[in-house]
């Protein structure tokens, strides 16, 4: 059943200095019907350079899984790299300006070599072997130079997304400083541990499996609101919990993170891949159930390779963001810093555990 109209800013209570304006009367201004995107289906494109039997048309194979001769994943080089490591300097500073020269790695992982596969529709164990594969290529990036400071893997779909090509694919890009967003969320765990002695990725957690409360109004009785267990669990396996954060960014963000604390992504285990693959094939079902042909984003932050933060593995706790991309930023969200969701996150935890899967 649908909420009345919320007009309310959440704070995001990993990192308190990113607020979400929750606004559903937003949802109903008038607006310009759009052209869904219509994704490519097809199996194999012959002028396609990430297709397999066109690999003549990228830089040469870094790797591939299970070979180089039939391979259903491979990695290259970015054509188009945002850092390189042509040429390796020391920086500058001039005054108040710093210079950090731009060397880094920037590969593409073709998640299959199916042309137009989704995600969703990917096998439990082929998803079980790219999340192996990103992690082989995390740890021989760290061990390719001492300098890189971060890897961080994501996948853009769609052009809303900043995909450019239609073919599945990832990206991983290592580099010489530790994202911003990061260092926000390893200080601010940093903080919450050392105060309450406990991971506050952790408490979420358990709030979500086991927390319900009801608050009522004080002048009238009436009920403002009310919280059940498993409100926000969209999804739930042995080992990992899909989660849609009370203040989401985007409105059918969903967060998938270890069930038991773990700070490193490099720690995985095949078990856990396992269970990771199964969440992952059911979240991206329900999302593609509920908004159809979403584009989006999805990025997995964990914990960086030294640098001052090996204090942070009992606070910090590795997750994967996946963030549909249903809407464009307005000028208040890229003035104010503060984003806008027009449906409730509770609302849309709900739509998309109601999608049944076998």
């Given amino acids: 059943m649908t909420r009345p109209t919320i007009r309310e800013i959440r704070i995001n209570p990993i990192v308190p200095s990113e607020s979400v304006l929750i606004s559903t009367a937003r949802g109903m ?57 042509e040429d390796k300097g020391t920086g500058l500073n ?29 096998s439990e164990s082929h998803l079980q072997h790219l999340f192996g594969v990103y992690r082989q290529r995390m740890e021989a990036l760290y061990a390719s130079d001492d300098r890189l400071r971060y890897v961080l893997i994501f996948k853009n779909f769609g052009p809303a997304a ?94 998938i993170l270890p069930l038991t604390h773990h700070s490193d992504f490099l720690t995985v285990s095949e078990e856990d891949r396992a269970d990771l693959a199964r969440i992952m094939k059911r979240t991206m079902t329900r999302l593609e159930s509920v908004i159809g042909d979403a584009q989006y984003n999805f990025f997995l932050h964990t914990i960086p390779r030294d640098g001052g933060y090996e204090d942070c593995r009992p606070s910090y706790h590795w997750q994967l963001e996946i963030c549909p991309r249903t809407s464009i930023p307005t000028g208040f969200e890229l003035g104010s810093g503060l984003f806008v969701s027009t449906i ?8 998309l555990r109601a999608v049944e899967l076998d």
């Fill in 29 to 85: 201004r008038p607006r310009k019907d759009e052209q869904p995107i219509t994704r490519d289906t097809r199996k194999h494109v012959e002028t396609c350079p990430f297709c397999r039997g066109n690999e003549s048309k990228t830089p040469p194979t870094i790797t591939a899984f299970p070979s180089e001769q039939a391979w259903e994943i491979r990695i290259v080089e970015n054509l188009f790299p945002v850092l390189g490591d």
């Fill in 94 to 122: 001039f005054g108040l300006q710093q210079v950090i020269d731009g060397y880094g790695r920037h590969e593409v992982i073709i998640d299959h070599y199916q042309h137009g596969i989704a995600v969703h529709e990917m």
């Fill in 162 to 255: 900043g995909a450019s090509i239609p073919h599945t694919h990832s990206q991983i890009i290592a580099m010489p400083v530790v994202p911003e967003n990061v260092i926000n969320e390893l200080e601010y765990s940093r903080q919450y541990y050392r105060k309450h002695h406990q991971c506050i990725f952790c408490s979420l957690i358990d709030e979500a499996l086991t927390f319900e409360a009801t608050i009522y109004d004080r002048q009238s009785g009436e009920i403002r609101r009310k919280i059940n267990v498993g409100q926000y669990v969209i999804e739930r396996g042995k080992r990992f919990v899909a989660i849609k954060p009370f203040a989401s960014r985007f409105e059918w963000e969903v967060h």
């Fill in 344 to 351: 409730s996150p509770e609302d849309a935890a709900a739509k």
